[in-house]
C-alpha cells in the first residue's frame, strides 16, 4: 500500500511539473500572464449593482425588532450590519439568537417587512446601464467577471440578476452568501471568487462602494475600485481607484493597476 501510495504521489508531482513546465516555457502563455490584460474581477452586488438604500434596510432592522419582541439596535449596530450576512448581523451584531432555526423564520419576516413597504421595487437599476457595458467590455477582452453577494444565496442571486440583467455573459461567475462562511472585511467571499475565477490574488480587482471591501482586498493583495457615494472621501484613500460612477471606469484604467508590475 505504501509503495503504491509513493507512486500515486510520485505521477502527481510529475504531472504538476509537466504542467508547470508548459507553461514556463511557452512565451505565449508566459506574455499573457505577465501582461496587464491577465485579471480578473470580483464585483459586490449590494455595492455596485443593487444599491439598496440602507435606511430602508435599517428601518426593517427595526420593524422586525419590534414585532418579534427584540431588543432594539442601536444605530451604531445598524451601521455594522450593513453588507454582512443577515444570519451574521442577527446573531454576531445584534446578539438575537443562534438558532439556526429562529434565525431562518426572522430573517423570512424580514423578507416579508421589505415586500409590504415595496422596498425592493425601490433598489437597483441606477447603475445597471453601466455595469452591462462594463461586463460587455470585460467580455470582448475576455476578463472572467465574479459577482458575489453577502444577502443572497447562489440560487437568489441567479434569479436577480436573470431579472436585471437580460444578457448572457458566460465569464459571469455568481458567489452566494451560501458558498462562504463569514462576511466583509472578512476575505473569505473574494477568496472563494478568486478560486472560481482561477486568478492569482493580486490579479483581481475588487469593484464595490464598501470600506470593508478595500480592507478585505488589502488584506489579500488585491486591485481595490471603489464607488464613492457612501463613504467620505478620506476613508477610502487607500482604495487604488476611487470613481464617483462606473461611467468613469474605462479598460485602460484597469490595465494601469497593473502596469508597474509589468515594467518591473
Given at each position: 500500500?505504501?509503495?503504491?501510495?509513493?507512486?500515486?504521489?510520485?505521477?502527481?508531482?510529475?504531472?504538476?511539473?509537466?504542467?508547470?513546465?508548459?507553461?514556463?516555457y511557452n512565451p505565449l502563455v508566459r506574455l499573457e500572464e505577465l501582461g496587464t490584460r491577465y485579471f480578473g474581477v470580483i464585483v459586490d452586488f449590494e455595492g455596485?449593482?443593487?444599491?439598496?438604500?440602507?435606511?430602508?434596510?435599517?428601518?426593517?432592522?427595526?420593524t422586525l425588532a419590534v414585532e418579534e419582541n427584540l431588543k432594539e439596535p442601536t444605530p451604531i449596530e445598524l451601521k455594522k450590519a450593513e453588507g454582512m450576512k443577515f444570519n451574521?448581523?442577527?446573531c454576531q451584531v445584534f446578539c438575537w439568537t443562534r438558532d439556526p432555526q429562529r434565525i431562518e423564520s426572522?430573517?423570512?419576516?424580514?423578507r416579508g417587512i421589505l415586500t409590504e413597504q415595496n422596498i425592493?421595487?425601490?433598489?437597483?437599476?441606477?447603475?445597471?446601464?453601466?455595469?452591462?457595458?462594463?461586463?460587455?467590455?470585460?467580455?470582448?477582452?475576455?476578463?472572467?467577471?465574479?459577482?458575489?453577494?453577502?444577502?443572497?444565496?447562489?440560487?437568489?442571486l441567479e434569479l436577480e440578476l436573470?431579472?436585471?440583467?437580460?444578457?448572457?455573459?458566460?465569464?459571469?461567475?455568481?458567489?452566494?452568501?451560501?458558498?462562504?462562511?463569514?462576511?466583509?472585511?472578512?476575505i473569505d467571499s473574494f477568496t472563494t471568487a478568486a478560486e472560481i475565477l482561477s486568478r492569482p490574488l493580486q490579479r483581481?480587482?475588487?469593484?464595490?462602494?464598501?470600506?470593508?471591501?478595500?480592507?478585505?482586498?488589502?488584506?489579500l493583495q488585491m486591485k481595490c475600485v471603489i464607488i464613492s457615494d457612501r463613504f467620505k472621501a478620506w476613508e477610502l484613500h487607500e482604495a487604488d481607484i476611487i470613481v464617483k460612477d462606473l461611467e468613469e471606469l474605462t479598460f485602460q484604467r484597469f490595465q494601469s493597476l497593473f502596469a508597474a508590475e509589468t515594467e518591473n
Open positions: 500500500m505504501c509503495k503504491k501510495l509513493m507512486t500515486l504521489k510520485s505521477q502527481i508531482k510529475l504531472t504538476c511539473v509537466e504542467d508547470s513546465d508548459r507553461v514556463l455596485v449593482i443593487d444599491s439598496p438604500n440602507f435606511e430602508y434596510e435599517r428601518e426593517a432592522w427595526r451574521d448581523a442577527i426572522l430573517l423570512k419576516r424580514r425592493e421595487a425601490r433598489r437597483g437599476g441606477a447603475r445597471l446601464e453601466s455595469f452591462t457595458r462594463l461586463c460587455t467590455l470585460f467580455h470582448t477582452w475576455k476578463i472572467p467577471v465574479a459577482i458575489v453577494s453577502s444577502s443572497r444565496i447562489r440560487e437568489s436573470k431579472k436585471l440583467y437580460k444578457q448572457q455573459n458566460r465569464t459571469i461567475f455568481l458567489v452566494g452568501s451560501d458558498d462562504f462562511a463569514h462576511s466583509l472585511p472578512d483581481c480587482v475588487v469593484i464595490s462602494n464598501s470600506i470593508f471591501s478595500i480592507e478585505a482586498a488589502k488584506d
